[in-house]
């Protein structure tokens, strides 16, 4: 992992101390824009060009009956990002961010496709309530999916790397994994995802502690957990994170799936962890254990719970702001105000 | 008070049941673009040219030491605002809002300057702990001063109000005014303002608990409240919000000062609320009793406590999203995609 410039991080909070407002009063854009001046080695950091990959994939979990929308819908979301439909699309617009989506494992091929990367790895895991979600060459290519996508956004001059996630029933692969790592209970973390009801809400629990069960012995490091109980989707996030952090560039880590991708990565290689932002509260529960793992707090809490990077993607023009300020402002010098008493 | 329109806001919530996503998904940034449908009256509401006037005025009461900063910091922060470096114009500037600063009653008079607008009614208000801050001709000139601003933004096309406020120790004032009209002890509610320390924090509530047992037979309207231990800004922001409403303009409401004027105008028109945002959850206790008392929740919780309307600007980019997002996302027909189960 790269190392963040802790120099220049107290360069940006001595900034921040003179700019013409009390110490402090900015909150979190204060902090966020001493950490980006940390990862970019400037005390003024500029967000100029984020790129946001939504990853794809299907799963083999989906087949127990645990989310509320069919694994068709998978498929069909990916041909609504490619023309333009879907949420993260229209902030990727708004915000003046480069777009693409990769399909790492959806059931059916739907390639080829405008903004559509195809790298496919398999026709979606393997159900984890019955065998490993994945093989370990899938894990492999899953990964190297990710990292191709980082390298992808650094050709193109990306800033900001934002990863997001397609998947119907990939908020049970995530609070499986997140469930293990943390060593939380299932009935703690679990949520409606889409909006199961709450009979399918005990379902889902029943069948994510019975998968936990079953791999328990297997999942003796976080690649094993990921490999066991993941997805080919969070897979390639967690390989775009690492790659992140090894070329040094920022992430804003979205919802509950992004989470555990983070979460996995940074299992692996806790250096990461100055490269990220969390861009939002996410209504699932899980996405909280892992906040408190990282000892890491969000940007927003906007109530959202649709995944796509779309929280993540919405805190980038507070993350501009955040940096326009740290630049813009006036100190108390320039501006002859005078200091608290 | 203009009524908003309830048809539109149902054909709005109807929209986002059919958008690519499952229902509620998008948490609050559904709810601002159907207040906003309400609002504009039409089922794709735009913000497209905000507007943000800052109420400046002194208050006698920081002859008391209710303050970190000297009083002369309002004048300093006035030729600040003029000359764009404080925060807000910061981010008027990134979000393309119109901006001016309005002199109600600075000390001394510093006009005139760039994009000051000079409406004196006082060099500043009485100290309230010795006799009420404003005499009634004070109070309604200080509303007109905030009508007047409102009618400025309206001539001007814009779509959305934010008013904000700059004075020295008006955290105290604000502070005493929720205390009065939500009748909860001030010890609850006191904060540090720009930052005073243990000491002058527990000064400042022995100050207010005084100044509200001084006045106590006078308070007994949201008008008097207001007249007793408000401030000429404070006034003049309760004037704006209340022409906002009668002309049908949206609000985003700042911090704690900001939500004083606001608890003090919805108090005197409770059918002002439909016309009120709430941009972001400050670190003074004494707001989240007005969001108590209004039954609002704010957009974003930044750990902010600057004010100068600078936590209600912070929420123009996520209120144009909400937008966008409601306008130009595919509908589950559109794009072909399967509903839930």
């Not at 060009?49 to 929308?69: C, K, L, N, Q, R």
């Amino acid at each position: 992992m790269k190392p963040i410039n802790l120099e220049m991080m107290q360069c940006a909070q001595q900034r921040q101390n003179t700019l013409t407002k009390p110490p402090g009063s900015l909150g979190q854009l204060e902090h966020i824009a001493i950490q980006l001046a940390g990862c970019q080695g400037v005390v003024c950091p500029q967000i100029k060009s984020p790129w946001i990959s939504v990853f794809a994939a299907d799963h083999g979990i989906a087949d127990e009956g645990v989310s509320a929308f069919p694994a068709v819908v998978t498929q069909e979301m990916v041909k609504n990002f490619s023309a333009s439909g879907a949420a993260i699309t229209v902030i990727a617009q708004q915000e003046k961010a480069a777009f693409e989506v990769v399909d790492v494992g959806v059931l059916n091929d739907v390639s080829p496709l405008p903004n559509l990367i195809s790298n496919r790895v398999a026709a979606g895991s393997f159900n984890f309530a019955k065998q490993p979600a994945m093989t370990d060459a899938m894990l492999r290519s899953a990964l190297q999916v990710g990292k191709m996508a980082v390298d992808r956004a650094l050709n193109a001059g990306a800033d900001l790397f934002i990863g997001g996630e397609m998947g119907i029933a990939n908020t049970s692969a995530a609070t499986a994994i997140i469930s293990q790592i943390c060593q939380q209970p299932i009935a703690d973390l679990v949520g409606r995802g889409t909006g199961v009801n709450d009979q399918q809400l005990q379902h889902k629990q029943t069948v994510l502690e019975a998968a936990l069960l079953l791999h328990q012995a297997e999942m003796d490091s976080p690649e094993a957990v990921l490999r066991c109980v993941g997805g080919l989707e969070i897979a390639a996030l967690t390989g775009a994170y690492l790659e992140c952090g090894r070329v040094g560039l920022p992430i804003v880590v979205d919802g509950v799936i992004s989470c555990a991708a983070a979460l996995v990565a940074y299992e692996m290689q806790p250096q990461l962890k100055p490269w990220m932002l969390f861009g939002h509260q996410s209504v699932e529960p899980a996405q909280k254990a892992v906040f408190k793992q990282l000892e890491v707090t969000p940007i927003m809490d906007l109530e959202m719970r649709l995944g796509e990077g779309s929280g993540a993607a919405m805190a980038i023009p507070i993350i501009r702001l955040a940096c326009a300020l740290h630049a813009n402002m006036a100190t108390f010098e320039e501006a002859n105000v005078s200091d608290a008493n």
